[in-house]
Each structure stands twice: as C-alpha cells, then as structure tokens.
C-alpha cells in the first residue's frame, strides 16, 4: 500500500524555468515531510523538509508548499538549472521528525539546457 | 551537512555466502540508523531501523535472521545478509537520523551494490 504517491514518474524543463514535483500522500496522520533528490548509483541527498504546522518553506531555488486538506506537497525549483536533473523523492512520517519515513516512487527531472 | 558513508559501495559474492556492509555517520551521532533497500526503479524501502544498543525493529517481510543488524556504536551500523542468494541482489541504503538546531532529517549513505550470483 503506497501510502506517499508521485504521480508523475518524469518531468522535464527548460533551463531557467520553473520546475514543479506534486507529492500526494494518504494517511492524514504524517505531519512531516521531506523531499530528496538522488542521482543514479548513489543515496539520495536532502533537499528541505517541512512540518504539517507550516504551509511554506523556502530555501534558496527550493520552496516546498504544504496543503493538508488536499494531502498534497509540492517542490518549486526555481530557476532549474541542468544539475538540478536527478531523481526527486518526497517522504513523510507520522511521528513529528524523520523516523521510519515512507517513500514515493519518485520523479525525474530534466532540466533542459 | 552530515555525512553519511557506506562500505563496500559495491560487492559481488557467490550465493550462500555472508556479505556485511557498514554505514558510518562521519561527522555527528546517530543514535538512530536505517536500512533501506531500492529495486530498479522502485522506491526505497524501509528494511528495519537500528538503534544503538538494542536490538533493531523490522519492517514486516523482512527476515530478521537473514539480515542481521548490529548498531555496536553512535556512529556504526552494520548489516549483514547471511547466505545470500541472487534475489537478495540489490541497492542498500543506509540513513543516520540527525536532530539538531530545530531540525530533524535523515542523511543517506551512497549505498552498496550487491550482486549475488
């Protein structure tokens, strides 16, 4: 049972653009959320995470927005650079921290040159 | 940021052998650790969670007694896939669970490879 869905396996964008990931997930109990991005044959690196008690957080090229109604997460990357191209995973737990978190299926992004 | 390493990063061994793998956090403590196991493109997947001086809790479908978990200190963990066969081949990741400073991420290692034949 998926419990954190990526709908969309690949995404690609022109270089300077933005890029947007949709992250939804089903269990109304996580309340912590983190996105990582992951080249091939390597672990996967932490991007920005955010708690359920905000709806933004921003760092640099990286937002990532929160909408607990619609149980649903996205990662603004802005402008896209061609480095950005990699694997993007969003995870979430139900504990308040990163503990035992569970996985989309991940997205892959093309940024264009 | 923490750093997080894993080794070997890749291993070939014959089936019905032991391979170990260790995940080290190389600049902070972890009293928290995970393993993770990712298929071709699949998602990772929680194997168990290491905690240091107790025994690891397991996800369900995940044989305790052929991966076993040794979180000796605050910044080792080990797993060993006892008598390996080429099913058990895949990408392990391990993560280190860091809180500091109001915040709270886990850090992965760069994985290991393991090909079973």
């Known amino acids: 049972d998926q419990q954190v869905k990526q709908n969309s396996p690949s995404l690609s964008v022109q270089e300077g653009r933005i890029s947007i990931l949709n992250c939804d997930y089903t269990?109304?109990?996580?309340?912590?959320f983190l996105w990582y991005k992951k080249y091939p044959a390597e672990g996967p690196t932490f991007l920005i995470s955010?708690?359920?008690?905000?709806d933004k957080n921003e760092d640099g090229r990286f937002t990532v927005f929160l909408n607990k109604s619609a149980k649903h997460l996205s990662l603004h990357i802005v402008p896209s650079q061609p480095g950005d191209s990699a694997v993007y995973f969003c995870?979430?737990?139900?504990?308040?921290?990163?503990?035992?978190?569970?996985f989309g299926t991940g997205t892959r992004l093309t940024v264009i040159p | 940021g923490a750093v997080v390493s894993q080794h070997p990063s890749w291993v070939i061994c014959k089936s019905g052998t032991s391979v170990k793998i260790e995940c080290r956090s190389l600049?902070?403590?972890?009293?928290?650790m995970f393993w993770y196991r990712q298929f071709p493109k699949q998602s990772l997947m929680l194997m168990a969670t290491?905690?240091?001086?107790?025994?690891?809790?397991?996800e369900q479908g995940v044989e305790k007694d052929k991966f076993l978990i040794n979180h000796a200190s605050l910044t080792l963990s080990t797993l060993t896939v006892t008598s390996a066969h080429p099913e058990d081949s895949s990408f392990y990741i391990c993560?280190?669970?860091?809180?500091?400073?109001?915040?709270?991420?886990?850090?992965f290692g760069p994985g290991t490879r393991l090909t079973v034949l």
């Open positions: 995870a979430a737990n139900s504990k308040g921290g990163a503990n035992n978190l569970f």
């Open positions: 955010i708690s359920s008690i905000k």
């Open positions: 993560s280190a669970r860091a809180i500091a400073g109001g915040s709270d991420t886990q850090y």
């Open positions: 269990n109304s109990m996580f309340d912590y």
């Open positions: 290491s905690n240091e001086g107790s025994k690891a809790t397991y």
């Open positions: 600049d902070f403590q972890a009293t928290t």
